[in-house]
């Protein structure tokens, strides 16, 4: 019931003028949920600096309340769930970016506890030489490291290649879609889609019957990039949205990486100039994917001699005790689990590191020794 009453009112501020993603983010900070903000008075909000005066003349809560609950009916209808970001089953990789959704829609099954997330970006015009590197891939991770999940955003060439070898592979996969689950776009994957939905899930942030606009397919490359471990270019050119994903998931501190191409190959001359910039890692195949990420190795920590004889900070203890049960933890997931700011963790995982108990990975993650 509280996730109900969070998401209704979720919603509810997001029908307010001048109520977006960050502006929600920074009420529910304050008052600690999305019922209290929108329970605030409107007195108390000009007063703490959170809403101009004039912007909240023009609300109507009650106004803003019918249409949260017409759309939770819609929802309850067409049997499409509806994540808050305060819930606990919201994709936690994503949470933890800074422009996350205030609000996922979704179409079939997010819960994959456990599950390392690739997502697999690229032209949608795709070469020959890119598709196979596509198929490849995702059959080599299926035998190497199956317990995967490949993130993509439905749009024909590479993309729509991810989703299929994933299928063929039986891996589940996340199609992220930049326009509301009343209809799919491009209509040619609507096939594909019913079969992604079966076997993973349709995500999106927009509201059931949201008109499609050309600008939110670039916005929806955030999520791509926000629910994944890695990201990996497969084949674009020096522009598009596969570069848009690839940079932010190096601004979420996300592994980048990009398969070579021919020199002069224009679908390739994104993933070249990417290599040649430092910014994304070059792999050839799956296994150089999965030596760089280091997923191959043992999960099981080692007993550290050490530890018998360093006495620990109570910070330092709270951050070991937290990863020692864990494999690789993202750096903002061990502030989360240990209720600690990032300016006040970071010194402590330095400590720890320099004592031998914990190793840095890439990507900001840490694991036991």
């Not at 317990?147 to 996340?174: M, Q, R, Y």
């Not at 890692?281 to 001699?305: G, H, R």
Request: net charge neutral; aromatic share 8%.
């Amino acid at each position: 019931m509280a996730d109900t009453q969070e998401l209704l009112h979720t919603l509810a501020l997001l029908q307010l003028k001048g109520v977006g993603n960050n502006i929600l983010r920074r009420l529910t900070d304050y008052f600690g949920s999305a019922h209290d903000a929108f329970l605030a008075s409107e007195a108390d909000l000009v007063k703490e600096g959170l809403i101009g005066a004039k912007i909240i003349e023009t609300w109507d809560k009650q106004q803003a309340l019918a249409a949260a609950l017409k759309e939770i009916e819609l929802l309850q209808t067409h049997k499409i769930g509806a994540l808050s970001i305060a819930n606990a089953d919201y994709p936690y990789k994503l949470m933890n970016c800074y422009d996350a959704p205030a609000v996922l829609y979704f179409l079939g099954n997010t819960d994959y506890k456990g599950y390392k997330f690739i997502s697999i970006v690229g032209t949608r015009n795709a070469s020959a030489y890119g598709l196979e590197l596509c198929r490849n891939f995702v059959r080599d991770i299926k035998q190497l490291y199956p317990k995967v999940v490949i993130v993509s955003g439905l749009a024909a060439g590479i993309d729509a290649c991810a989703h299929k070898a994933a299928l063929d592979n039986e891996l589940p996969t996340l199609a992220v879609l930049g326009h509301g689950l009343n209809t799919i776009y491009p209509a040619g994957n609507r096939e594909l889609a019913a079969k992604i939905a079966k076997s993973g899930a349709l995500i999106t942030e927009y509201s059931f019957n949201s008109r499609i606009m050309p600008e939110n397919f670039a916005r929806r490359n955030r999520i791509v990039a926000g629910l994944s471990d890695a990201t990996i270019v497969v084949e674009t050119g020096t522009k598009g949205g596969s570069l848009i994903t690839a940079d932010l998931a190096l601004n979420y501190n996300r592994d980048v990486y990009a398969f070579p191409g021919r020199v002069g190959d224009t679908r390739s001359a994104g993933c070249n100039l990417l290599i040649k910039k430092n910014t994304t890692a070059l792999i050839e195949n799956a296994a150089d994917f999965l030596d760089s990420m280091q997923w191959m190795q043992s999960n099981t920590p080692k007993a550290v001699q050490q530890e018998l004889f360093i006495r620990l900070t109570a910070e330092e203890e709270i951050v070991y005790q937290f990863l020692k049960d864990k494999s690789d933890v993202f750096i903002d997931m061990i502030a989360h689990g240990c209720a600690m700011s990032m300016q006040a963790l970071s010194p402590v995982l330095l400590s720890l590191e320099f004592s031998g108990l914990i190793k840095t990975l890439p990507g900001k993650m840490y694991r036991i020794v």
